[in-house]
């Protein structure tokens, strides 16, 4: 009879805790196989000690790196070095969801490169990105997206702020950007992570092409691509229903916990 070899368990730590970083807790508490949730690293240590079991270790985020095997990033995009850059050093996992903070940083992926680490970026919102990454293996023609969100999502935005565009009130859809996923990242910082992964998985943020509307007429955040390349034509929409935050989608968490699942899976399916 032929023994089974039982790899131990992932060491998953979270930082931020947050709605997404709630979300992925609860998943890997209620029991993943392979996987254990060993620490979240916060700000408000007693808030979080009070909703997690005793063997979870309730930490600050640059301490991580000591409790776990992948750190999976789930806090504003401005504090992105802060988590990044001592896991990476030791070697470790980092699942990045603020790309568009990784976009300014990517001197993080030479850090991997250098210490042994590694950055994975979750798909998120956006279906179709292993179709996208594929076609990369060949020849991408243009890459444009078209993202539609209703307006309490997009207040706060940099860009916004900076042109003096105002949609309280708005009553019909209003095209607020046009430009490169590079320049989204930069104007929508908490809103366009999603540009960002589609732009890193194909020809690149300076190419990628993006549309922002400001719309009243929708209730969920809706992405469509539209890619042209010598192996394919792909045109794909999805509309992701909010979380309690109105600028992420439910199904980024859903996306985080796939990833992890997928990386002790016996059988995993997708590029």
């Keep these: 009879m032929s023994q089974i070899h039982a790899a131990p368990p992932l060491r998953i730590a979270i930082a931020g805790f947050g709605a997404i970083g709630r979300t992925v807790a609860a998943r890997l508490l209620a029991g993943i196989p392979g996987l254990q949730l060993t620490a979240v690293g916060v700000r408000g240590v007693a808030k979080a000690r009070a909703t997690l079991p005793s063997d979870v270790e309730v930490t600050d985020v640059a301490s991580l790196a000591q409790h776990a095997d992948i750190i999976v990033e789930c806090a504003p995009a401005a504090v992105l070095p802060g988590i990044a850059e001592p896991a990476l050093r030791a070697g470790r996992t980092v699942v990045v969801l603020s790309c568009g903070a990784l976009l300014e940083q990517m001197y993080l992926v030479e850090l991997a490169r250098a210490h042994g680490g ?42 916004l702020i900076e042109h003096g565009i105002e949609l309280e009130g708005l009553t019909a859809p209003l095209r607020v950007f046009e430009g490169t996923a590079r320049e989204a990242a930069r104007g929508f910082p908490a809103n366009l992570n999603v540009a960002v992964a589609l732009s890193l998985a194909g020809i690149g943020p300076d190419r990628t092409r993006l549309e922002i509307w400001a719309d009243p007429t929708v209730t969920r955040n809706t992405h469509t691509i539209e890619l ?44």
């Design 228 to 271: 042209d390349a010598d192996s394919a034509r792909l045109s794909v929409k999805i509309e992701n229903i909010p979380s309690e935050n109105p600028k992420t989608g439910r199904i980024t968490a859903l996306s985080v916990i796939a990833l992890l699942r997928k990386l002790r899976s016996p059988l995993a399916i997708g590029t």
């Design 118 to 159: 590694r950055i994975m970026v979750p798909t998120g919102a956006l279906l179709g990105l292993d179709a996208v990454a594929a076609a990369a293996e060949g020849e991408i023609h243009s890459i444009r997206m078209i993202t539609r969100k209703p307006p309490r999502g997009l207040v706060g935005a940099p860009y």
